[in-house]
Nanobody
């Protein structure tokens, strides 16, 4: 069983930055697909950024160049650095992990992920 706990959400003005962290309970996370998703009220959960075993990453187009996903295996932590935030980035952000023990190609499809954190709210004001 993998437990994920997100922290780092909050309120910020447009143009500001936040860094989300996701503490991971299990050591095999080093080789799993990991990703950040977000969900705004009344909208479907959207894949934001993902990272594969080899460190390769993928981003949804709307955050490309502004958000950076990374992981620190020694600290068992996944990060999402968010810069140049926009009001449309406001949502509950979730970290997620796949059930497979190795990740060749990262997915940004929610149904591909088995383990989820409880979410952290990000609010960007104009």
């Amino acid at each position: 069983q993998v437990h994920l706990v997100e922290t780092g959400g909050g309120s910020v003005q447009a143009g500001g930055s936040l860094r989300l962290s996701c503490a991971i309970s299990e050591y095999t996370h080093k080789s799993r697909c990991m990703a950040w998703f977000r969900q705004a009220p009344g909208q479907e959960r959207e894949g934001v950024a993902g990272i594969a075993t080899d460190g390769s990453t993928d981003y949804t187009e709307s955050v490309e160049g502004r958000f950076t996903i990374s992981k620190d295996n020694a600290k068992n932590t996944l990060y999402l650095q968010m810069n140049a935030l926009k009001p449309e980035d406001s949502a509950v952000y979730y970290c997620a992990a796949e059930s497979y023990s190795y990740c060749y190609t990262v997915s940004l499809v929610a149904n591909d992920y088995t383990y989820w954190g409880q979410g952290t709210q990000v609010t960007v004001s104009s």
